[in-house]
């Protein structure tokens, strides 16, 4: 198995679990928002619900992504990785703002005089907590070894689930202690909890847009790949080097200065030991595209 397929394949497998955690635990929350009369708890199960069907989106497109290039797509699949990624924050969003207007509503809308939350919500949501915080950094730390944007969209529903959790944990807990004239404190709870979510989702969605249209890997990734290259045996310089992330993998795009003297066999075989050097260099590149150019002083001493 090629080391794109086992990335691919262990970032499916934490989805997969995550997956299965979520039915469970959209489940039980609204079950128990419903049996403990707490309209955050419900909400909170409603957005594990749309969890299930983003991490199957992303286990999807992590599958495709990791497919060989062929005639038709001689880049690889990648790109679908990153389409997932925009998905994953498209449903963040989406799920922040089902809480949000299902909370304005409760709060403008709402009976005053509706049963406070049963004190058993309140240990549920505290094991949710532990549960998706684990799950964010579990998931985080795969996520680290794999490389996918659409995987840390992932990480970061979780993430967002706790914080909803904990955000309605805090409301429970005040109408508990305040008794029903602060019945609506978990809806305020949720509400507020929403504001992280968008700024999750709307930082997700610009780095997946970043990666659809080809931005520029971080200036130290470049730097490496630059300082790989100078190391060459026959390298004066590089000129330019573009790198952008096509799913697990990166694609480099470098202009490499040889002695402007030099055969062009001599120039080929040097473009051979820059590709072969950044291929083996641990930097995840799929492909690398070498351009010779002579070096500078070979103009001055042509002129």
Not at 55 to 80: C, V
Not at 95 to 101: D, H, I, Y
Not at 213 to 227: F, N, R, S
Request: charged letters at 20%; proline letters at 3%; a negative charge.
């Amino acid at each position: 198995m090629s080391s794109l397929s086992q990335r691919a394949s262990r970032g499916r497998a934490i989805l997969l679990a995550g997956v299965l955690i979520n039915l469970i635990l959209a489940v039980v929350k609204m079950s128990a928002g419903w049996l403990g009369h707490s309209d955050a708890l419900v909400a909170d199960g409603l957005e594990s619900t749309l969890d299930v069907l983003s991490s199957a989106l992303i286990w999807i497109a992590l599958k495709y992504a990791a497919r060989p290039p062929d005639t038709e797509h001689p880049y690889g699949h990648g790109k679908m990785e990153s389409l997932a990624g925009v998905g994953g924050a498209l449903i963040l969003l989406a799920a922040g703002a089902m809480v949000a207007v299902n909370s304005l509503r409760e709060i403008a809308f709402g009976d005053p005089d509706r049963p406070i939350p049963s004190a058993f919500t309140l240990g549920i949501l505290i094991l949710v907590v532990f549960v998706k915080e684990l799950l964010f950094r579990i998931t985080s730390a795969r996520n680290r070894e794999v490389g996918s944007t659409a995987l840390e969209s992932d990480a970061w529903h979780h993430r967002s689930d706790a914080l909803t959790s904990l955000a309605a944990a805090a409301g429970i807990l005040v109408a508990l202690i305040g008794g029903s004239r602060w019945v609506s404190a978990d809806d305020w709870a949720a509400l507020f909890s929403c504001a992280i979510i968008a700024l999750n989702g709307l930082r997700m969605l610009r780095v997946s847009l970043g990666e659809l249209l080809d931005e520029q890997a971080p200036a130290a990734i470049i730097q490496k790949i630059m300082d790989s290259a100078m190391a060459v045996t026959g390298v004066k310089n590089v000129e330019k080097c573009r790198v952008r992330k096509s799913g697990l993998t990166l694609l480099a795009d470098l202009h490499v200065r040889v002695q402007g003297d030099v055969t062009v066999s001599a120039g080929h075989h040097i473009s051979h030991l820059v590709k072969d050097a950044l291929m083996a260099g641990g930097y995840h590149l799929s492909d690398v595209t070498v351009h010779i150019e002579p070096a500078q002083d070979s103009f001055v001493a042509d002129a």
